[in-house]
């Protein structure tokens, strides 16, 4: 097995193990990240209806001219204010983060600390 795919195995199996213990409900969906090379995206997913209450990410139209101009680790903070302000119009107080087999550090621990400045619970 080549290097990629190794690393990308491991990746997943991490996701696994932390997704089988997290579970969105209606009162406090879950707080997905998704972390590319060039990309964050982020969604609160209610997983006993199967469906996503809020969703943003660094492709948004409302984040498309400010997030051109900054690292992209402050892209991420944005990303997390701007999911947490739809969240909370849809009526979202508190959510369960899940990160995806993902290091809580660098994007992902600032779109979270954007979520929580945007006034999410977690």
Not at 49 to 67: F, I, P, Q
């Amino acid at each position: 097995m080549n290097r990629r795919l190794a690393r990308r195995a491991g990746w997943l199996r991490r996701k696994a193990r932390s997704r089988k213990k997290i579970t969105g409900t209606a009162e406090r969906p879950r707080l997905n990240v998704f972390r590319s090379n060039k990309h964050i995206y982020a969604q609160v997913i209610n997983d006993l209806d199967g469906r996503t209450v809020a969703a943003a990410s660094t492709l948004s139209r409302e984040l498309s001219d400010k997030v051109s101009k900054v690292k992209k680790a402050e892209a991420s903070k944005l990303v997390g204010e701007l999911v947490a302000k739809k969240a909370k119009e849809q009526g979202v107080e508190a959510v369960v983060f899940d990160r995806s087999g993902h290091i809580y550090h660098g994007r992902i621990k600032a779109l979270a600390d954007g979520a929580r400045e945007a006034g999410l619970k977690f």
